[in-house]
């Protein structure tokens, strides 16, 4: 408890709100899943694992241990392969009305590649830093090209169902992976560039030169960019399926 | 046509087409019928003569006075025995004489034809058919009444007039509309008996065959009827689904949007067209499928609502089919 305490300390106000946020978006969807059709599921299940890769910032036992950090990363990873795997469908089902395979599946198929992921990381040595960092870069590699690819994806859907009372839920999904986009991609361009907070603490660690000093400015505004397109993102999830539950009630 | 003496019936309005022609010829023709067999449709009258089982004349009038005798009235009175489904048949016997005068009344040789009576010498007209022998029948008629004698050897047999069912004795009626004016007459003659007796037009027509050709034709004729009549049937059927499909559409469009169209086309397609509207299972499944497009788009309160309305619009169609 002292130990979460002293995590809870060390967070910087505007991440402690975003986990929060993304806690509250990952639990309405996951609500939103459970009445709702198998499509639904993917996009919500995925949306709730958002928040369990978030959540390492809360718990104590991450910065310890590296194996249960990288899990939250590779979280995250799974996170937007669902979340697209949802938007595939309901674009295929916009495009051919077909509709198949079961709910239970989708949670199935999730849990077991999360299971996998951990056993992957489990017969693997420790990752160091250095390998951790490379995990969270992949993550938001395929955030970055997987939000975009939603978007186009989005953009198609809504072209098809602009006439259906459901078509604005689509907008707000629009503007949630504009958000993610700009917080992923703001993190990806500081992880590229080695001015992002975990390359400063391997450099510190192992001496290695950097160049942030630099480039105050632009670190400082991909920073601020990483920071605020975050909480929007949460933000915008959270009122997304508000919006799509007071719609499809 | 004219009203006819009725003598002793021996058949009245059998159903004609329940008959089969040459199984009545034949009968007639076995039992040494002598008297007349009338046939009578909606517009149309035949009469057969026959002379001890011999079909000695036929005579087909229609509404319109046109008038078919021998093999083609044989042919024609085939026809609407199977074609028609009505039409009675009356048997009535008569004595070979009678017989005779009504062949010529039907169809003997006319000496006279709508002759005024007054520009006639009556008396010496009865003479000319007394001294010569003559068989036949005078008619004697007005626009509204009508009277005939028949003659054997140039003797009155008889006398018939409108309003009676047989041959009577008296000529008081004769007489009567001999002197109303405007009163014109007819005079046929024929052979004699004898003469008649020499001719069969049974002999002549093969009716078995006429009857075989005009029951398969007609059968043809009603296979084409019936196939047309099912072809119709399905196509409006086909026309009420197309309707009811148009009518679904519409309403998901309504509550879904234009995207409803596709959904609704691929559901039935997965039921096997718009014929699973008929059946009841079929387009509850159907429904269901709906259902669940409809849950990924619009609220389930309008679910609710949309789908109410389609089961309604099936249920209704369904009544009609």
Not at chain 2, 175 to 192: N, V
């Amino acid at each position: 408890m002292e130990q979460f305490i002293e995590l809870l300390n060390q967070l910087q106000p505007l991440s402690l709100i975003q986990v929060i946020l993304w806690g509250f978006a990952g639990a309405m969807s996951f609500y939103f899943s459970l009445g709702n059709a198998r499509v639904w599921t993917s996009i919500s299940i995925g949306f709730f694992l958002v928040f369990l890769s978030q959540a390492y910032q809360l718990n104590p036992l991450a910065e310890s241990y590296y194996k249960l950090s990288a899990f939250h990363y590779i979280i995250g990873t799974v996170a937007i392969m669902v979340i697209t795997h949802g938007f595939l469908e309901y674009y295929v089902f916009c495009r051919t009305f077909e509709i198949s395979g079961k709910k239970a599946v989708v949670y199935l198929v999730t849990f077991l590649i999360l299971v996998a992921s951990g056993i992957f990381l489990i017969v693997n040595p420790a990752p160091s830093p250095n390998t951790i960092r490379n995990i969270k870069m992949v993550e938001n590699a395929i955030w970055v090209f997987l939000s975009f690819m939603n978007i186009e994806l989005i953009r198609k859907i809504y072209s098809s169902i602009k006439d259906s009372a459901i078509s604005k839920g689509f907008i707000a999904f629009g503007i949630v992976f504009l958000c993610i986009f700009l917080w992923k991609g703001s993190e990806l361009y500081l992880q590229v560039f080695q001015w992002d907070k975990e390359w400063m603490e391997i450099v510190t660690l192992t001496g290695e030169d950097s160049d942030i000093a630099l480039y105050p400015g632009r670190v400082q505004f991909s920073q601020m960019v990483s920071q605020y397109a975050g909480l929007l993102s949460s933000i915008s999830v959270s009122g997304t399926f508000i919006y799509l539950y007071r719609l499809l009630k | 046509m004219f009203l006819l003496p009725r003598g002793n019936p021996l058949f009245e309005n059998l159903a004609a087409s329940k008959l089969k022609l040459p199984e009545v010829m034949s009968k007639l023709s076995t039992g040494s019928f002598t008297g007349y067999a009338s046939f009578n449709f909606q517009s149309t009258t035949v009469i057969l003569v026959f002379e001890s089982g011999k079909l000695v004349s036929a005579l087909l009038e229609e509404g319109n006075g046109n008038r078919q005798t021998g093999f083609e009235a044989m042919s024609a009175l085939v026809q609407l025995m199977i074609a028609s489904g009505s039409g009675t048949l009356n048997v009535y016997k008569l004595s070979k004489d009678l017989t005779m005068c009504i062949h010529a009344l039907l169809q003997g040789e006319i000496l006279y034809k709508a002759q005024e009576l007054k520009l006639i010498d009556i008396k010496m007209l009865l003479e000319k058919i007394r001294t010569d022998h003559m068989n036949g029948c005078l008619r004697i008629y007005t626009q509204d009444r009508s009277a005939m004698i028949f003659y054997k050897d140039g003797n009155p047999l008889g006398f018939f007039h409108d309003g009676s069912h047989d041959i009577e004795t008296s000529s008081t009626e004769s007489q009567k509309i001999a002197g109303l004016p405007g009163a014109k007459i007819d005079l046929y003659s024929t052979q004699g008996v004898e003469e008649l007796m020499g001719m069969d037009l049974l002999e002549v027509v093969n009716l078995q065959k006429i009857w075989d050709t005009a029951s398969t034709r007609h059968q043809v004729e009603l296979d084409k009827i019936s196939n047309e009549s099912k072809e119709r049937d399905i196509k409006a059927a086909e026309r009420k689904l197309s309707d009811l499909e148009e009518q679904v559409k519409n309403i998901v469009i309504e509550y879904v949007g234009k995207i409803g169209r596709g959904i609704v086309e691929k559901e039935l397609a997965n039921q096997g067209g718009n014929a699973c509207l008929k059946d009841e299972a079929a387009s509850a499944r159907f429904i269901a499928d709906i259902e669940r497009s409809a849950k990924l788009l619009i609220s389930s309160t309008k679910t609710k609502i949309m789908l109410e309305k389609l089961s309604a619009a099936i249920a209704t169609a369904m009544s009609e089919f």
